[in-house]
């Protein structure tokens, strides 16, 4: 069965920290996506890649960074945690350029405090 | 830029009802179309997609969804709902373009709530 795997299911830190989320997949797909879910906003997306250390800016980058050194992981960094990025954390792959085929992750709970 | 909007935000309904759950988008040229569900708990799952053909797919579970390119429309709809289907519905748009980007864009989403 194939899996996008988030490392972790809940996560609390504090504000300043510096935060890495981490996703994981295994189906050699060349797409991977960060979107973060909040109720009444839907999915939003952070930041993509298309292929190893290529990464384009989504609708809400600010505050993150990513990295992609292996083809199969995508991290999302948040680089000084603030309050407002207490959220939930959705990672997904994908192959092609049609859209079809997401795959996501369960997801990361993060709560800043 | 491309959105998705649900204008539906919670939806209460009672078994047996018919279900209708509204997505407009605002692109002109080529997309393609997606309604993803999310159970309580669980991760975002595809229930059915437009790419072409015929306007009217069918997806899993008794879904189904209308594509009406002149409405910018692609509105979800089951004749009958069973408690089963309590979940977020995610209305999403991939718009086709020459970049080589596949990225999909979410509306906000919509809850039911089913009613023994």
């Known amino acids: 069965d194939v899996k996008v795997t988030q490392s972790s299911r809940y996560l609390v830190k504090r504000t300043g920290e510096k935060v890495f989320l981490e996703c994981v997949q295994d189906?050699?797909?060349?797409?991977m996506f960060w979107y973060r879910q909040d109720p009444g906003l839907g999915l939003r997306l952070i930041y993509f890649?298309?292929?190893?250390?290529?990464?384009e800016k989504g609708d809400i980058p600010e505050g993150y960074s990513v990295s992609r050194e292996k083809k199969e992981r995508f991290s999302l960094i948040l680089e000084s945690a603030s309050t407002n990025q207490t959220s939930m954390y959705l990672c997904?792959?994908?192959?092609?350029?049609?859209?079809?085929?997401?795959?996501f992750g369960s997801g990361t709970r993060l709560t800043v405090v | 830029a491309q959105s998705v909007s649900q204008h539906n935000h919670h939806v209460i309904l009672s078994e047996a009802a018919s279900l209708e759950l509204g997505c407009n988008y605002s692109?002109?040229?080529?997309?393609?179309l997606f309604w993803y569900v999310q159970y309580p708990g669980q991760h975002l799952q595809l229930l059915l997609k437009?790419?072409?053909?015929?306007?009217l797919v069918k997806g899993i579970k008794g879904f189904e969804a209308e594509f009406i390119k002149s409405k910018f429309s692609f509105n979800l709809r089951k004749p009958s709902v069973q408690w089963s289907d309590t979940a977020e519905y995610f209305c999403?748009?991939?718009?086709?373009?020459?970049?080589?980007?596949?990225?999909?864009?979410f509306g906000t989403g919509t809850l039911l709530a089913v009613q023994p």
């Open positions: 437009y790419f072409s053909g015929d306007p």
């Open positions: 999403a748009v991939n718009a086709i373009w020459g970049g080589a980007t596949n990225k999909l864009i």
């Open positions: 997904a792959s994908s192959t092609g350029r049609t859209g079809y085929g997401y795959t």
């Open positions: 890649s298309y292929d190893v250390k290529m990464k």
């Open positions: 692109y002109g040229g080529t997309v393609n």
């Open positions: 189906m050699d797909h060349e797409n």
